[in-house]
Nanobody, 115 residues
């Protein structure tokens, strides 16, 4: 059984940095895209960043130049380096991985940015 385990969330002041990690446990033979989403109460879950198996990354406009997504295929792990954090980045962050038959979600990690 595959599980995604996230870590790295927390409380940080505006302008600070956090690094999120998401590691897949269990057997996944192939992972295509790895992504990070975020969600605030009462709103839909939105895509923040995505990285393909070959390392091509894309970001939502609001985080471009501040966030960096990366992955380690040997470890089935995806990272999100978040710099220059703003209060509006406060949300629960979820990782997502697309395998050959289905996609998988992490349990979510809270990121709170104080202004």
């Amino acid at each position: 059984q595959v599980q995604l385990v996230e870590s790295g969330g927390g409380l940080v002041q505006a302008g600070g940095s956090l690094r999120l990690s998401c590691a897949a446990s269990g057997t996944i033979f192939w992972i295509n895209n790895m992504s990070w989403y975020r969600q605030v109460p009462g709103k839909q879950r939105d895509l923040v960043a995505v990285i393909t198996n070959s390392g091509v990354a894309n970001y939502v406009d609001s985080v471009k130049g501040r966030f960096t997504i990366s992955r380690d295929n040997a470890k089935n792990t995806v990272y999100l380096q978040m710099n220059s954090l703003k209060a509006e980045d406060t949300a629960v962050y979820y990782c997502n991985m697309i395998g050959t038959r289905r996609d998988y979600w992490g349990q979510g990690t809270q990121v709170t940015v104080s202004s």
